[in-house]
């Protein structure tokens, strides 16, 4: 898949694929060992793509011998559609029935998810890249994370990104800012429940900014 060669899609054809969307390896190693060591039994990422991510997880899964991953994703076999089912064929195949789908928003699918309620041990974010929706998916995804578990953004080469980080940073004391090794990424684990009072609110804006 790096070197950017056709992958099969749902409907069994191979299709052209574009590496610079999918994480890079680095980024793919670096969810692969940290899924190694917390040894997540559910996982979410948000955005399946070709699947890139989706493959270092499911790895990870296999080594680890436990534990489920939820990919959700509404473009996946929408057309016209540049991803052609890819990711969704690589999770199938790869994942089983350690593998899971779900063909939604973000939005509708993490609140679907809060009804059973279901909670996960890591959730990774790299859907649509907008300030408001990554923000979003951020503080659906925080209630249906568990306690001591992770909620990642991906491309902090972005200044929607930067900013929602920011927020999180300055206005949720119940998640705490974990440092890695990847400029990419920025790693948050929940430590606490959400006890802000209805008037909270930290400005979270650079000075100058």
């Not at 409907?11 to 692969?32: C, L, N, Q, R, V």
């Not at 509708?108 to 990774?124: I, T």
Request: proline share 5%; net charge negative.
């Amino acid at each position: 898949m790096y070197a950017g060669e056709p992958q099969t899609g749902t409907d069994g054809e191979k299709h052209p694929i574009e590496p610079a969307t999918g994480i890079s390896p680095a980024e793919g190693m670096w969810i692969y060992h940290l899924c190694r060591q917390i040894k997540p039994q559910a996982s979410l990422e948000i955005g399946l793509a070709f699947g890139f991510s989706t493959l270092f997880f499911l790895a990870a899964l296999a080594e680890n011998g436990s534990g489920r991953h939820t990919a959700v994703d509404p473009y996946q076999l929408q057309a016209p559609t540049r991803w052609a089912g890819i990711g969704l064929a690589h999770g199938r195949q790869l994942g089983g029935e350690q593998f899971r789908f779900i063909e939604e928003r973000s939005f509708a699918a993490l609140a679907h998810l809060s009804r059973v309620p279901e909670f996960f041990d890591f959730l990774f974010v790299d859907g649509r890249h907008f300030f408001d929706i990554a923000l979003t998916e951020f503080t659906l995804g925080a209630e249906l994370c568990s306690m001591g578990g992770y909620i990642a953004f991906h491309d902090m080469w972005l200044p929607a990104i930067q900013r929602a980080v920011e927020f999180v940073r300055a206005n949720r004391a119940d998640f705490e800012f974990v440092e890695t090794p990847l400029d990419n990424i920025a790693l948050f684990r929940r430590i606490a429940t959400d006890d802000r009072q209805f008037k909270h609110f930290v400005d979270f804006r650079q000075p100058g900014v």
